[in-house]
């Protein structure tokens, strides 16, 4: 997890995937775009989140972590900030995915299934290309990410809704 990688890189490549993501899904509530945008978006997304969690500039570890939350052992042997960093990218990854499953009006109790799923089968393939290793840590906080992003994703059309919905009363009066 705190390998020497290029952190500026992966989470500027997360952060377009994401602003992609939201675009289109703010664009679909606001100007009816058809939802194969929506579609097409995720599909970039997930272009950014296989080159993001198998970008590895040696590509010859297959070690793994089985202990929850080992990551926290790590505070004081590197910086901070590459601490935090890290951490935020784990969890981020995830989150346009969670708003993508809200999106197509997957159920919670389903979505974290998937997320999780999705998660899994990522560490193993890292793991098995050894193009990275398999991290329980990861998984949880991938996971935890995307039921972020399902969470955020709700409070945003609900919020785009009741606007909808106050503009609408204050024109028919």
């Known amino acids: 997890m705190f390998a020497v990688s290029p ?3 992966i989470l500027g490549r997360f ?28 599909v970039l997304y997930l272009i ?24 926290l052992n790590y505070i004081s042997e590197v910086n901070l900030s590459t601490f935090i ?6 969890v981020m990854l995830f989150v346009p995915g969670g708003a993508y499953l809200y999106i197509k009006r997957i159920k919670f109790a389903y979505s974290w299934q998937i997320l999780l799923s999705s998660s899994l089968v990522i560490e193993l393939l890292q793991f ?17 990410g995307g039921c972020l992003g399902f969470l955020l994703a709700k409070v945003v059309h ?13 024109l028919s009066h």
């Open 15 to 42: 952060l377009l995937a994401f602003f992609i993501f939201m675009s289109f899904k703010l664009l679909l509530k606001e100007y009816e775009v058809d939802p194969i945008y929506i579609d097409l978006a995720l």
């Open 7 to 9: 952190v500026p890189y």
């Open 85 to 90: 960093a890290a951490l935020l990218i784990s």
């Open 158 to 170: 609900k919020r785009i809704t009741h606007e909808k919905q106050t503009t609408t009363t204050k």
């Open 128 to 144: 098995f290309t050894k193009r990275g290793s398999f991290d329980i840590d990861d998984l949880l906080l991938n996971t935890a």
């Open 48 to 71: 950014f989140l296989f080159s993001a969690t198998f970008y590895r500039g040696d590509g010859k570890t297959s070690d793994y972590n089985l202990m929850p939350f080992d990551f």
